[in-house]
């Protein structure tokens, strides 16, 4: 019997729709005439999924005891066996099954049936795959606890992916379309936040990628085809300015395309001898493409552009690298010696592409038509022994010629290799033709001796020329690789200058760039030390580590004094002296980029002074302004107590002495209010953090507070956080008074999250949070930052609401226990703040006090 195929729909969460859509597919096939049977299909109480089980044949459950002693249903293998259908529908394919079931785990229930040749529709999230649960548990905080070998899932004949936007899936949730209204703001809080989902899905489409990599890979061997495909690659374009740029970096966008995942790095190799049309508004032009691609851009130094992109490659592990074809020179191409066949041959293990281009003259930078490279001078020296010696032989068929001829002849030669060649060459093509001339041309001839004193004066005539002019040429040469690299290292310095003006870099991004620049294996940067009695200290560095100070270099380090007390040390080469103009130029640059860090500091000293006295200016203007009511208020019952107390009958009394105890009780909360907001603002609220759990917290905050507005939800097992309980308290109360106030038609729901991470940009801190959720009118985006503001209310609520301290107050708190105050809107309408703070140091420390089913009133 032929075995039944297995199909599985794949979700990155629950509520993603995968049980609807293998129902939907189940009415699909047996409207095409399938026999169709419903092993198990779980529900959980969603409309839509139910009004979908509707017209299909459901054999079974069998219901079983679990370790509780609930009545669970299971899937009933033997009524499928019976029934003997075409496609079974059994739902949940990593669920373990009740003690005393048939099998332990449904894959293997969904084996038997494969095994008859039934054909099974069945459903799957990725938390329950085995080689994704610590990576899933990582991204939500809880861990899963069923879950199927990635060995039987890869068993499957069909996996389907059924996506959702995130988003749409929150709404979902929030319409009661996933969980009961009792669940939602928990769910919302916990594995439901927006990054969560966003995480799953792509851990999802990875993992299925992964998949049909390896389909694609079967079916490469099945055909035998040989040509591998890799997982990832880095890619690196050799840029030279030219139009043919672009058209290289797209090349290489669509080369990463084709695999899962990669580098593009943008190159440029800047040389002395570099024409100006290298650089510019095309390069800048390429730069901002290669950025947009989701690439990066970087730019590097060196006389022989093949062997610094090569350098670099190798440096950044490159898998790959892509390159522009030029056309180059006949003899180039002949000998091998151009900049793409350099690269060829130098590149071992990494792949080269030579991507042809309709621009024509472009590739990488070549040496300018000025600059004589070592190849010109050979060939100047191979030139000045064989044209001689060519255009005597030439000129011995006409024998009638005079020496003067003979001799413009040889000068003729003599330039030519001069142009070629330079200065030597031409000096060896002009001692060799005068004494060809003097052997062939002169009286007596077939030996050097000169019979006429006119043949003498002519022939050093003849080698004076020949001299002065491949010296005016070696000349002209050697002014013009000054002129271009003069080209270059102002290029260079504008640059740094373009970089200063637009980039916020710090030391430490100078110090890699600058690594980067010289192609060094270090930077480091030094400065005189007065705790280290007046001895040289690293600051920063990059790269490898450095000498342990600028005294200590060796004859590869180079070292720049940027002043009497700062020095910048480079290892791994020694510079040109084109390099140290280079290196003074970006020592320059350093002193002034701590100067201006130097000045940010002190700006926002400045700036936290000035908002230190606005703030304390509006303190002493809520004080006259904000306090004199309930102070009037008081006041005025005093005196109706004092002077008619025995008069007034009971309830004036009572009515009376309540008026005070509330203005009192408002007097002391704008008091408490004023005097955290003055500590907040002069940096005075120093935190005495220990581990506390949010149960207490939260339990102290809302005493006063009216409990039947305010529901907690807490998660089970929640770690406490470090904090500082007296502030935690403050933050609590006075977000939760804040949404009683302002959402007086709503419940205050309070809803702990598990423990979470903040990503590699946060430094993988571990943290604890707390959802504070209303349903009130919510804050538009654009008031989100101004509601943190001290002194503002929304829409210009009257004076009775309070002062517009309590948000300002509960934020500065919360960030001077290292923590973050947050805000989003709640799905349906509202406002959700979020308590963020960061865990203990030490082994976790979990609430204290039982917490299953600790939804209170």
């Known amino acids: 019997m032929a075995r039944g195929t297995l199909r599985i729909f794949l979700g990155a969460a629950a509520g993603a729709g995968t049980t609807y859509s293998m129902l939907r597919e189940a009415h699909s096939l047996l409207a095409a005439g399938r026999d169709v049977a419903v092993g198990i299909a779980e529900d959980h109480g969603r409309q839509e999924t139910m009004t979908c089980l509707g017209g299909l044949d459901v054999v079974g459950p069998r219901l079983f005891e679990d370790a509780h002693g609930a009545q669970v249903p299971e899937l009933d293998v033997e009524a499928v066996l019976a029934r003997q259908p075409d496609v079974a529908v059994v739902d949940e394919y990593a669920h373990v099954n009740a003690p005393g079931s048939r099998n332990e785990h449904r894959w293997q229930d969904i084996e038997e049936l494969l095994a008859a040749g039934t054909d099974v529709l069945t459903t799957l999230t990725v938390q329950h795959i085995a080689s994704l649960k610590d990576v899933v548990a990582a991204v939500t905080g809880e861990p899963g606890d069923e879950t199927v070998a990635d060995a039987v899932v890869r068993r499957a004949d069909h996996i389907e992916l059924v996506d959702i936007a995130p988003e749409l899936l929150r709404q979902r949730v929030a319409d009661g379309k996933v969980y009961p209204k009792d669940r939602i703001e928990a769910a919302l809080a916990n594995g439901f936040r927006l990054g969560n989902l966003i995480a799953l899905r792509e851990i999802a489409l990875i993992w299925l990628a992964d998949r049909v990599d390896e389909g694609l890979a079967s079916y490469r061997e099945s055909q035998g085809i040989t040509a591998t495909w890799p997982a990832r690659d880095r890619v690196v374009v050799g840029l030279s300015g030219g139009p043919e740029g672009e058209m290289l970096i797209r090349r290489a966008s669509r080369i990463l395309s084709r695999v899962n995942g990669g580098d593009l790095l943008a190159v440029h190799v800047r040389r002395a001898e570099e024409r100006a049309a290298t650089s510019g508004q095309l390069l800048d032009a390429q730069r901002h493409l290669a950025t947009d691609l989701g690439g990066t851009c970087h730019t590097v130094s060196g006389e022989d552009t093949a062997e610094s992109l090569l350098q670099y490659a190798r440096s950044v592990n490159a898998t790959q690298i892509v390159i522009g074809a030029s056309p180059g020179r ?306 005025l019952a005093v005196t109706a107590l004092r002077r008619q107390g025995r008069r007034l009958p009971e309830e004036v009394q009572a009515e009376m002495l309540g008026t005070i105890e509330s203005y009192t009780e408002r007097l002391d909360a704008l008091i408490s209010n004023l005097l955290d907001m003055s500590r907040i603002s002069s940096g005075s609220a120093a935190p005495l953090t220990a581990p506390v759990t949010w149960r207490d917290a939260i339990e102290d905050a809302l005493r006063g507070l009216p409990a039947d507005r305010i529901r907690i939800d807490l998660a089970p097992g929640m770690p406490a956080v470090d904090a500082d309980q007296g502030m935690l308290e403050r933050v609590i109360a006075n977000i939760v008074e804040n949404a009683l106030k302002y959402a007086p038609d709503s419940d205050v729901i309070i809803v702990g999250v598990s423990a979470g991470t903040r990503g590699a940009d946060d430094g993988g801190t571990r943290f604890g949070e707390l959802h504070i959720v209303d349903h009130g009118q919510g804050v538009p985006a654009a008031a989100v930052d101004g509601m943190f503001q001290p002194f503002q209310r929304l829409d210009d609520a009257p004076v009775g609401l309070g002062m517009g301290l309590g948000l300002a107050v509960a934020k500065g708190f919360t960030e001077a226990m290292g923590g973050q105050l947050l805000a989003e809107p709640t799905p349906g309408g509202g406002l959700t703040m979020i308590i963020r703070l960061p865990l203990p140091s030490g082994p976790a420390v979990s609430a204290l006090r039982p917490t299953a089913g600790t939804s209170t009133s």
């Not at 006949?330 to 000998?335: A, N, P, Q, S």
């Not at 020296?381 to 010629?401: K, R």
């Not at 001829?405 to 030669?413: P, S, Y």
């Not at 060649?421 to 033709?433: D, T």
């Open 330 to 635: 006949l003899w180039e191409r002949v000998l091998g010696i151009g900049v793409g066949s350099k690269v060829v041959r130098g590149s071992g293990d990494i792949d080269v592409h030579i991507v042809s281009h309709p621009q024509g003259g472009g590739g990488l930078p070549k040496p300018a038509p000025g600059g004589l490279g070592r190849a010109r001078t050979i060939i100047g020296f191979v030139l000045a022994v064989l044209l001689p010696v060519l255009l005597t032989a030439a000129l011995a068929v006409s024998p009638d010629l005079n020496l003067a001829t003979h001799a413009l002849v040889h000068l003729t030669g003599v330039m030519a290799v001069a142009f070629i060649g330079g200065l030597w060459p031409a000096v060896l093509a002009a001692v060799l033709g005068s004494l060809l001339l003097n052997y062939f041309q002169t009286d007596p001839v077939g030996t050097l001796n000169i019979s006429d004193p006119q043949n003498v004066f002519a022939l050093l005539v003849f080698l004076g020329a020949a001299v002065a002019v491949s010296l005016v040429v070696g000349l002209s040469a050697r002014r013009a690789r000054e002129a271009l690299r003069a080209r270059a290292e102002a290029t260079t310095l504008a640059d740094l200058a373009h970089d200063a003006l637009l980039a916020d870099d710090t030391v430490a991004a100078f110090m890699d760039k600058l690594r980067e620049t010289f192609q060094v294996r270090s930077a480091g940067l030094f400065t005189v030390s007065e705790r280290a009695g007046s001895a040289w200290e690293l600051q920063a560095c990059a790269g490898d580590a450095p000498p342990p100070s600028p005294d200590a270099v060796s004859l590869t380090d180079s070292v720049e004094l940027a002043d009497a007390r700062t020095a910048l040390v480079l290892s791994g080469r020694a510079l040109t002296a084109g390099d140290r103009l280079l290196l003074a130029a970006h020592g320059a640059h350093l002193l002034l980029l701590r100067q201006r860090h130097a000045l940010q500091r002190t700006l926002q000293s400045t700036t936290k002074m000035a908002e230190g006295n606005n703030v304390r200016t509006a303190i002493l203007g809520a004080v006259g302004h904000d306090l004199r009511t309930p102070l009037a208020g008081i006041k």
